[in-house]
């Protein structure tokens, strides 16, 4: 189906294990984001990409690694995760930055024990 | 360091009253701006958006929202709300130069009670 896909949509995990979320859009759209959203803070960006082998760090990087081999598809790895890092992850796509309307994925929820 | 305040974090109101959400910005220079809106459990979707021409713009659901220059303001509104519009509202804004980054505001709860 067309569209943006989270997977996986729950994920449970251990402090210091290595967690990757996954994102996928079939739009061939340019941009891609990473959002974490938790009460208080709204969404803040994590990292964001430009294009295919081009990222860049948004508000909160630290403690998060992604990477943009193909177009479609964005990654986002926690190295080693800490409970801070329980949060609801957002991936989102679109055209340009800031000039177009962004689509979202549906989220994955990560708790970090 | 551009900012968007919404300063309404939590809002009941019951069905059919008239619906008005702030949100104020702090970039001085032209800028695009949206609101989302995330339905319990869903992820965000657009409501609507303005970048230039009519300052009172209409989006989805009957929403609409009026740019004031001037105020630097971009409140959303509705005339009569529905239980379905209980949901997270999200302003955010972008400075239409070369860094075109969101600036997210915090949100705004709003339940509707039946």
């Known amino acids: 189906d067309a569209g943006i896909t989270q997977s996986p949509r729950y994920k449970i995990t251990e402090t210091g294990r290595q967690v990757t979320l996954m994102c996928h859009q079939t739009?061939?759209?340019?941009?891609m984001f990473w959002y974490r959203q938790d009460l208080g803070h709204g969404l803040r960006l994590i990292y964001y990409?430009?294009?295919?082998?081009?990222?860049d760090k948004g508000e909160v990087p630290d403690g998060y690694v992604v990477s943009r081999s193909k177009t479609e598809n964005f990654p986002l790895t926690l190295e080693s995760a800490t409970r801070s890092q329980t949060s609801v992850y957002f991936c989102?796509?679109?055209?340009?930055?800031?000039?177009?309307?962004?689509?979202f994925g549906q989220g994955t929820r990560l708790t970090v024990v | 360091a551009q900012s968007v305040s919404q300063h309404n974090h939590h809002v009941i109101l019951s069905e059919a009253a008239s619906l008005e959400l702030g949100c104020n910005y702090s970039?001085?220079?032209?800028?695009?701006l949206f609101w989302y809106v995330q339905y319990p459990g869903q992820h965000l979707q657009l409501l609507l958006k303005?970048?230039?021409?009519d300052p009172l713009v209409k989006g989805i659901k009957g929403f609409e929202a009026e740019f004031i220059k001037s105020k630097f303001s971009f409140n959303l509104r509705k005339p009569s709300v529905q239980w379905s519009d209980t949901a997270e509202y999200f302003c955010?804004?972008?400075?239409?130069?070369?860094?075109?980054?969101?600036?997210w505001g915090l949100g705004t709860s709003l339940a509707v009670n039946p």
């Open positions: 303005y970048f230039s021409g």
């Open positions: 990409s430009a294009a295919a082998d081009i990222t």
């Open positions: 970039y001085g220079g032209t800028v695009n």
């Open positions: 989102a796509s679109s055209i340009g930055q800031g000039t177009t309307e962004a689509f």
């Open positions: 739009w061939s759209h340019s941009y």
């Open positions: 955010a804004v972008t400075n239409a130069g070369n860094n075109r980054k969101l600036i």
